[in-house]
């Protein structure tokens, strides 16, 4: 197993070319099943998510090949509809084929998604949405079956309790080529499902209202390929000026999301740092010694601060001056970070949905182990403020959605190695 030795307490300054969205690809990815054609997807992160998506794209008979920062999908000779249970299992994302899948073959056998530990991750709102749109579900012992008996979805009006990201985009994948008009409430509004549209629609299909509570889908029958660019990582850059935050120091974050990543930078303007942005790159210089947030920093849906974001922005104000609280509205068990930064000498006391974070002198190096995505990415973010050296194992975690992290926290002048 793989490790990460992070040697902290020296300041950070370097640029960093932000690599493209990891929650906006593999979306996408799936979109691409449903176009009878070649799809050119540009700035095509490098992560191991992104490679279990491929294989579920070949296991359905596309042709997926990474060139450069490009995948290309070839989806003309799609003739599978099943997902093995290894495949679904590698990553939450896996679920988003279903509405892919439907949407193009008109059937499908999958099982439940994997993904990052954060709490019960049920898909009752996806399954609903598409019992909704025609389709008839079987699960049996965790197999989950969909027909559509007229082989075509049918387009529907569609309330989500909840403006699930992963429900709003399945809806959208098997509407896309429904009969019909279908329309999404209370649909999730992140870029992320902006950039899934704007795929779509270089793919022929008729979309409107993303990024607003309401989507309006008429659906076309055939959809072809397309070239996209996809959008940068507007965690991933959270996650980076987090440790120059951490860390003291300064960074040039080049091919940011600027508008995308406001929610976030509203909140790290609070800790004292100096921000200063363009659209598409972030100029960032922080003491090292940040001010606590005064107001309580609630995870919200977009528009509000994300909660991909929590872990290592927590992570940056456990040196702060002051107490910082967090609440984490969207996952019942997203805190499991905070267990490896008390280890390192944080002083966090977590009750329910809240985290109090009281910012202490300095952390120390310590062994601790990658809970989750973000979590991981948490755990570097203090080593790089710690004083001495942090082992930190289970990194496929971290792998899975930053591309050669080593790599980018070198070139931010952070000392770094993987073992
Ligand atoms: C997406 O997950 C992202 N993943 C997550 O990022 C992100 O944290 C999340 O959206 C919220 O922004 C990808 O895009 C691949 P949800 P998703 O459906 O779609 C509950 C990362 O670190 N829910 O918006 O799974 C659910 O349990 C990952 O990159 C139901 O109850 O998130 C959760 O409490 C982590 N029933 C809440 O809704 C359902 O049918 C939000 O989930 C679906 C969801």
Same mark, same amino acid.
């Given at each position: 197993?793989?490790?990460?030795?992070?040697?902290?307490?020296?300041?950070?300054?370097?640029?960093?070319?932000?690599?493209?969205?990891?929650?906006?690809?593999?979306?996408?990815?799936?979109?691409?099943?449903?176009?009878?054609?070649?799809?050119?997807?540009?700035?095509?992160?490098?992560?191991?998510?992104?490679?279990?998506?491929?294989?579920?794209?070949?296991?359905?008979?596309?042709?997926?090949?990474?060139?450069?920062?490009?995948?290309?999908?070839?989806?003309?000779?799609?003739?599978?509809?099943?997902?093995?249970?290894?495949?679904?299992?590698?990553?939450?994302?896996?679920?988003?084929?279903? #509405? %892919?899948?439907?949407?193009?073959? /008109? =059937?499908?056998? +999958?099982? &439940?998604? @994997?993904?990052?530990? $954060?709490?019960?991750?049920?898909?009752?709102?996806?399954?609903?949405?598409?019992?909704?749109?025609?389709?008839?579900?079987?699960?049996?012992?965790?197999?989950?079956?969909?027909?559509?008996?007229?082989?075509?979805?049918?387009?529907?009006?569609?309330?989500?309790?909840?403006?699930?990201?992963?429900?709003?985009?399945?809806?959208?994948?098997?509407?896309?080529?429904?009969?019909?008009?279908?329309?999404?409430?209370?649909?999730?509004?992140?870029?992320?499902?902006?950039?899934?549209?704007?795929?779509?629609?270089?793919? #022929? %299909?008729?979309?409107?209202?993303? /990024? =607003?509570?309401? +989507?309006? &889908?008429? @659906?076309?029958?055939? $959809?072809?390929?397309?070239?996209?660019?996809?959008?940068?990582?507007?965690?991933?850059?959270?996650?980076?000026?987090?440790?120059?935050?951490?860390?003291?120091?300064?960074?040039?974050?080049?091919?940011?999301?600027?508008?995308?990543?406001?929610?976030?930078?509203?909140?790290?303007?609070?800790?004292?740092?100096?921000?200063?942005?363009?659209?598409?790159?972030?100029?960032?210089?922080?003491?090292?010694?940040?001010?606590?947030?005064?107001?309580?920093?609630?995870?919200?849906?977009?528009?509000?601060?994300?909660?991909?974001?929590?872990?290592?922005?927590?992570?940056?104000?456990?040196?702060?001056?002051?107490?910082?609280?967090?609440?984490?509205?969207?996952?019942?068990?997203?805190?499991?970070?905070?267990?490896?930064?008390?280890?390192?000498?944080?002083?966090?006391?977590?009750?329910?949905?809240?985290?109090?974070?009281?910012?202490?002198?300095?952390?120390?190096?310590?062994?601790?182990?990658?809970?989750?995505?973000?979590?991981?990415?948490?755990?570097?973010?203090?080593?790089?403020?710690?004083?001495?050296?942090?082992?930190?194992?289970?990194?496929?975690?971290?792998?899975?959605?930053?591309?050669?992290?080593?790599?980018?926290?070198?070139?931010?002048?952070?000392?770094?190695?993987?073992?």
């Amino acid at each position: 197993m793989q490790k990460l030795l992070v040697t902290g307490g020296s300041r950070l300054s370097g640029e960093l070319s932000l690599q493209g969205s990891k929650n906006s690809t593999l979306p996408i990815m799936a979109a691409a099943l449903l176009a009878e054609g070649e799809c050119v997807l540009r700035n095509c992160p490098r992560l191991t998510d992104v490679y279990s998506a491929s294989r579920i794209l070949g296991c359905l008979g596309c042709r997926c090949s990474f060139a450069d920062s490009c995948a290309v999908i070839d989806s003309g000779a799609v003739s599978g509809t099943e997902i093995p249970e290894h495949l679904m299992r590698e990553m939450r994302s896996s679920i988003m084929f279903m #509405g %892919a899948i439907l949407g193009r073959m /008109g =059937e499908c056998t +999958i099982s &439940i998604p @994997g993904g990052c530990e $954060l709490g019960p991750r049920p898909i009752d709102m996806h399954l609903a949405a598409m019992k909704r749109m025609g389709v008839e579900v079987r699960d049996s012992g965790g197999r989950i079956t969909c027909r559509i008996p007229s082989g075509r979805a049918k387009g529907a009006r569609i309330s989500l309790p909840f403006p699930s990201v992963g429900a709003t985009e399945n809806i959208i994948l098997c509407a896309v080529t429904a009969e019909g008009e279908t329309v999404i409430n209370n649909a999730a509004r992140e870029p992320e499902i902006c950039d899934l549209c704007c795929f779509l629609r270089e793919c #022929g %299909a008729e979309i409107n209202g993303d /990024g =607003e509570s309401r +989507i309006t &889908i008429n @659906g076309k029958a055939h $959809l072809h390929g397309c070239i996209h660019t996809i959008m940068a990582d507007r965690i991933a850059g959270a996650t980076y000026l987090s440790m120059i935050a951490a860390a003291g120091g300064e960074i040039i974050l080049k091919n940011a999301c600027t508008a995308e990543m406001e929610p976030f930078l509203s909140v790290l303007e609070q800790t004292g740092c100096s921000i200063y942005s363009g659209d598409d790159r972030i100029y960032m210089r922080s003491t090292g010694r940040l001010k606590a947030v005064r107001d309580r920093i609630r995870t919200m849906p977009h528009p509000g601060f994300p909660t991909d974001a929590q872990a290592v922005l927590m992570a940056a104000l456990a040196t702060a001056d002051g107490t910082s609280v967090f609440e984490e509205n969207i996952f019942d068990c997203r805190y499991r970070h905070t267990d490896a930064l008390v280890k390192m000498g944080a002083d966090i006391q977590v009750m329910g949905k809240v985290a109090v974070v009281k910012g202490v002198p300095e952390l120390h190096g310590a062994e601790v182990n990658a809970t989750d995505l973000r979590g991981g990415a948490a755990m570097i973010t203090a080593a790089l403020a710690a004083k001495g050296t942090t082992e930190i194992g289970c990194i496929s975690h971290i792998d899975r959605g930053y591309e050669k992290i080593e790599e980018a926290v070198r070139l931010l002048g952070g000392s770094v190695r993987r073992v």
